[in-house]
């Protein structure tokens, strides 16, 4: 029986021809290199959504939960998000100080996938990047609580565009702030449909970063 041929919408991906392959023995000795090496060539691909990405928490009790997300930056040692800190993410983060992210875009077959330790933002960094937020944004963040009931959308609505038009000064909510997830894993993969696709594992050590690749 002759099997159909794949779309190619859902055929596997491949790493583009002209993209460095990841290979232990060139790659980056900090993961964080690596990943902003990656992101910057999806930069120039005009890849759709590279900084969005999954950010998965668990409950102290250990129940999963995952969402969609916007990845701020990557810094020297730290990925930096955003959120209401009693939202669900927040809420488990804060119980568990643990955190994963997982990245993928096909338009270079490439996976990244993080673990590690969460760190939230002082009162002051909190303030000033608050501060520095569109109004529509901060206006945004200032009238809606992440998770709560939602019993009359047009009143929500209404409170935000009075805010918005008030031009008074929009204060930092409580419940909002920055957070960090500081790796001690990371785990880099890429498709290569005509031989064994590639993978490469990160470690944090007392004496800094091992990376070894791992059979895929």
């Given at each position: 029986m002759t099997r159909p041929a794949l779309d190619s919408r859902v055929a596997f991906p491949e790493t583009p021809a002209d993209a460095a392959g990841l290979h232990a023995q060139t790659a980056p000795g900090h993961p964080l290199a690596l990943l902003t090496e990656w992101l910057d060539d999806l930069v120039r691909r005009d890849a759709v959504e590279p900084h969005y990405v999954t950010l998965a928490t668990a409950?102290?009790?250990?129940?999963?939960?995952?969402?969609?997300?916007?990845?701020?930056?990557?810094?020297?040692?730290?990925?930096?998000?955003?959120?209401?800190?009693?939202?669900?993410?927040?809420?488990?983060?804060?119980?568990?100080?643990?955190?994963?992210?997982?990245?993928?875009?096909?338009?270079?077959?490439?996976?990244?996938?993080?673990?590690?330790?969460?760190?939230?933002?002082?009162?002051?960094?909190?303030?000033?990047?608050?501060?520095?937020?569109?109004?529509?944004?901060?206006?945004?963040?200032?009238?809606?609580?992440?998770?709560?009931?939602?019993?009359?959308?047009?009143?929500?609505?209404?409170r935000y565009r009075a805010l918005v038009d008030s031009g008074e000064p929009v204060r930092r909510p409580d419940y909002w702030g920055w957070f960090r997830v500081v790796p001690d894993a990371v785990t880099f993969w890429e498709g290569v449909p005509?031989?064994?696709?590639?993978?490469?594992?990160?470690?944090?050590?007392?004496?800094?970063?091992?990376?070894?690749?791992i059979q895929a």
């Open positions: 409950s102290a009790s250990g129940v999963p939960s995952s969402r969609t997300v916007q990845l701020l930056a990557v810094e020297a040692d730290a990925l930096l998000f955003t959120t209401n800190l009693g939202s669900r993410k927040g809420v488990e983060m804060r119980e568990t100080g643990r955190a994963a992210v997982s990245m993928y875009w096909r338009e270079t077959a490439r996976s990244v996938n993080v673990t590690g330790s969460v760190v939230e933002a002082e009162a002051a960094e909190n303030d000033e990047r608050f501060a520095a937020e569109d109004r529509a944004v901060q206006v945004a963040r200032a009238v809606s609580f992440h998770g709560l009931p939602l019993d009359d959308e047009a009143e929500q609505l209404q005509q031989a064994l696709n590639r993978r490469l594992h990160y470690t944090r050590s007392d004496s800094g970063w091992n990376r070894r690749a």
